[in-house]
């Protein structure tokens, strides 16, 4: 159990231009979530997938956000035409259905920010 | 709307000392809540999670207390070190989702000095 991965740690970027985040959740981890967080909030939703659905999507998501998890294993988290709203760091989760606790683990994160 | 505050926003506290972080929620249909560590720049480390069911959960010089009734959490760090110096988040998910998505609090920054 290496815990939750995410890449890259840290991007920059210029406004308008396309990143994408990866996530690789704890090992046979059903569900996986990705949070943003701004400085000085609390982390907030923005979607969850079980295996590979897409189960909810929080109204943050905007249409230049998409999400992934094709083989129910990693996911990752594009934002296209990026804003300097959209400076935060990109939060992902995993838990384990199995004996379901409901308790979630997070990765480092990924710090976006946008010139 | 389901709700989680965090008092107080910032605490400074000489080493040694005990202390109590505050968390209050508006809806008392939890499914179960969780205290969250972070470190300037960092993820979050899970501290202690609490069931519905649970009254409180210890760790270490962690304890954690629900009272769902009044809406209300607890985490009492013992003996304070410098090295608990960090922000501390408290999370809930509500029976309606499931327990699917976690509602944070703004966080409380603690400062333990030597």
């Known amino acids: 159990d290496t815990g939750v991965s995410q890449n890259p740690r840290h991007k920059i970027t210029k406004r308008g231009q396309n990143v994408t985040f990866r996530c690789d959740p704890i090992s046979e981890h059903n569900r996986l979530y990705w949070y943003r967080q701004t400085l000085g909030q609390g982390p907030e939703f923005l979607t969850y997938f079980q295996n590979e659905a897409q189960l909810e999507k929080s109204r943050l998501l905007s249409d230049r956000f998409s999400a992934e998890r094709p083989k129910g294993s990693f996911s990752t988290l594009e934002i296209q035409r990026t804003e300097q709203g959209d400076s935060a760091m990109y939060l992902c989760?995993?838990?384990?259905?199995?004996?379901?606790?409901?308790?979630?683990?997070f990765g480092e994160g990924s710090r976006l920010t946008v010139l | 709307k389901q709700e989680v505050t965090q008092i107080p926003a910032a605490l400074s506290v000489p080493e040694g000392e005990n202390l109590v972080l505050n968390c209050s929620f508006t809806d008392s249909a939890i499914y179960n809540l969780q205290w969250f560590r972070q470190d300037p720049g960092k993820g979050l480390t899970s501290l202690l999670l609490?069931?519905?069911?649970?009254r409180e959960q210890t760790s270490g010089r962690l304890n954690a207390s629900l009272d769902k009734s009044s809406g209300r959490s607890t985490l009492y760090i013992a003996a304070s070190q410098p090295g608990d110096s960090a922000t501390y988040l408290c999370a809930l998910t509500w029976e309606e989702t499931s327990g699917s998505r976690l509602t944070f609090g703004e966080g409380t920054q603690l400062t333990v000095n030597p």
């Open positions: 989760a995993s838990s384990s259905l199995a004996g379901y606790t409901g308790e979630l683990f």
């Open positions: 609490i069931q519905s069911s649970q």
